[in-house]
């Protein structure tokens, strides 16, 4: 499928009629292979989307220096992970890729050069959430790579420079965690809904400003206190929820949902910008 082919397909649509944008916390890999809430949860938020031409994926698990989308035809399934059961590292996520739409993304995005890459593939940031959304892996994908060498406010302001896609039938995605660190993970919890006192405060007060549309201490989370020095020890699996809201237009809904923590130092939560 090339962009022309997503031009005919979406000309018919009413203008003001565009793909929603996700924000996915993706937690644990063997998300991708267990049944539980979270993975119903994104199996749930499926039924409200119209199937998209092709996904754009922001995953945590994707860093460079410089930003890069995939344009390969066919993306490779990443298993970036070590530790776990043969099955995981069996999975297979074969959605093809779209040189094109790499393209055009690359082509939109005018405040720093974009590679374009041919190397990398479909992390398990991307794969291990879209494989319950979209299982026959039958819509393309390319991933866009977090520049881990620039600030909250850069890669906020990257993202608005794509929104065009949406009108085009593009479903965009970032997958991350709001509260992610390891090293504080209560490994004999860790299959339990629980959090520490400073994960649930980060957590409440990020919701707080994501529901009221006040993104501003979010982009300058380093300045927000302990709570936050806590939930993002490192940035990747923060930014992605940046791409997300900085999508979001003025009258848009915006709803949270897998809105629970576990093994005390993360949380699923989740967001929906535009959803019917």
Known sequence: MNLRDLDKMTSHMNPAAKMPVLFLGHGSPMNAIEENEFVQGFRNIEKDIQKPNAIVCISAHWETRGTFVTAMQQPRTIHDFGGFPQALFDVQYPAPG???????????ITSTEVGLDDNWGLDHGAWSVIKHLYPDADIPV???????????????????????????????????????????????????????????????????HILN?????LIDFKSQGTAFDLAIPTPEHYLP?????ALKDPKESISLFNDKPVAGSLTMTSVGIGLN
């Open 241 to 245: 929820l940046l791409y997300t809201l």
């Open 213 to 217: 549309g006040d993104y501003q201490p």
């Open 142 to 208: 390319i991933q866009m790579s977090i520049d881990y060498t620039k600030p909250a406010r850069y890669h906020f302001e990257l993202a608005q420079q794509i929104n065009s896609l949406r009108h085009k039938g593009v479903l965009i995605i970032g997958s991350g965690n709001m509260v992610h660190n390891l090293r504080m993970v209560a490994w004999n919890r860790l299959n339990e809904i629980y959090a520490f006192d400073w994960a649930t405060e980060a957590n409440e007060t990020m919701k707080k």
């Open 98 to 108: 779209s040189p094109e739409l790499a393209k055009e993304t690359k082509d939109l």
